[in-house]
């Protein structure tokens, strides 16, 4: 691990000379022979993936990006994971079946790697779906009580007093109402199970080639057969998944059990890329910098969407202070003492005292909340100039990107469809291209699920295209393609990539042959000392191995 992470043998000399590790020769010997395995195994499928039960398959490109002197010829591959929900609370021990004997070779004989060649001939366009879909068609009620609850949120967050001034202002009194994500974790109850993560052999090539996506598709089959699978989900971003959509229109027949997904992470991404461009240069820049919210430097990443975590934040501080700012005009314009109003406070009051699930409930369901929120929305929709639009259509973009999260950290299949559709339009107003050709694609192809791929929507229905890798939180799921970046993509980033040990056919091709194994010992050498995504549930008995002669130790020790 100590390699993996730092990049540096000169880290792992002086730590085997004070009698903490093994030596260079050694740990090049176990790289080996881990490689050496991988090539004998005739199965991609990882080791600590439990059989027939259905998992989801992602790839995804990794540019490790090492420096050379021309700043080319630089390592580009494809990492793959398996996901699948644990079975009985149990997660699978990834090295249990992994014991594999030393040998005294240091290097690997280069195998030619199994690379399926895509001979496209004439580009084939998706066929046609047989029925009509129309994009313009009412929010459901699951959409707007989404909307109200983020209402609700903002409101406990900011309380008013009858002169319209918060009672907050000017005050020293903290806020006591957590953030967005603490509050609708607080307002939930139950877990989803967790999910257990397998790594898949690298494929030594960059997915933007048709061969390298034609080879994950059929591994993804073939792991799929191995799953007892009727069909094989694969989760792919943008780039990669127009590419695997063409081949798997060319290739109907053999491909017809694909079924293609867009990440969630990078769909959400250029979403605020999208609000970026139409909100940048109306000030929605000058507000971020000149709050503090963001630095100068800082500023470009979340107007561009390409610092995702930094981009939600703002966004989020900016829709409650505009949702504000509506909110006192609003109330200002209310009769004085107004019944519906008086009710609605004293609700608000009980859900900033106690957040819970109930509170909120109540305060939703109640007939004066649902009279004030029509008000609210008429009040901002009639007479009000088109400047006063405009910004209304930030929030509105904004609630709308905070639903599509909400949806996949709650697993709610139906609302990231409703999401989906509601951001087609917005990918061709802002000259989203690529996203303007194939999200609408996505979104028919997932529409008609129920009808060509039924074992498909019933996974994806219970949840199975989100990430829960916390055994103890709520409205913690993350989006598949979000887990693939946050674990293989990172743990097989080692500093310097193969330049920096040798360039020689051999060590290349060990390097590439042991990457998803180390990255996954790393994994769990970093979830035994607490600092990992996963906490092993209790129960799991964890065998210690002698790195240095494979020997099974003794419990005392």
Known sequence: MVHQVTGSMQVVTALCRLGHCVSETQLQRLESALAARQLSRSSNLPSNITPRVPAVFCWDNNDILEETRSGANTTHCTNGIVIQRVVDGRIPDPTAS?????????????????????????????????MVFSLLQPVSLSFKQVASADLAWCLSRFPLLDTGVSELAGSSELQTVPSWTNFNKSIQSSVPRMCNVGYCPVIDMSPTQYDAVYTLLRQSLAMADELDMADAIVVLDQAVYMKAAEICWAKRQELSRIVLRLGAFHLASTFCAVIGKRFGDAGLHDLIVESGICGPSSAPGVIEGRHYNRAVRTHKLVYEAFQRLRWIEFYKSLPEGDADMHVVQAKLQLLRSDVNEVNLRALQSSP?????VRGFHTFND??????????????SMVSLLLTFIRATREGNWTLHLECVREMIPWMFAYDRTNYSRYLPVYWTDMVRLPESHPEAHRLLSSGLFAVQRSPDSTFAQVPVDMTIEQTLN?????????????????????????????????????????RGPQKPPAGNKVNLISIVDNHLLPRSI
Request: hydrophobic share 35%; with cysteine.
């Open 98 to 130: 992994r014991s594999s004997r030393t040998t005294r070779s240091k290097s690997v004989q280069p195998v030619p790697m199994d690379i399926a060649k895509f001979l496209g001939g004439k580009r084939v366009g998706p066929p046609p779906c047989g």
């Open 368 to 372: 004066e909340f649902q009279n004030i």
């Open 382 to 395: 009639v007479g009000t100039g088109p400047l006063s639009h405009f910004w209304s259509s930030y929030i």
């Open 490 to 530: 990172r743990q097989t980033k080692t500093q310097g990539g193969i330049v920096g040990f040798s360039l020689k056919p051999g060590a290349v091709e060990r390097w590439f042959a042991s990457a998803h194994d180390r990255a996954a010992i790393t994994n769990s050498l970093l979830q035994l000392t607490s």
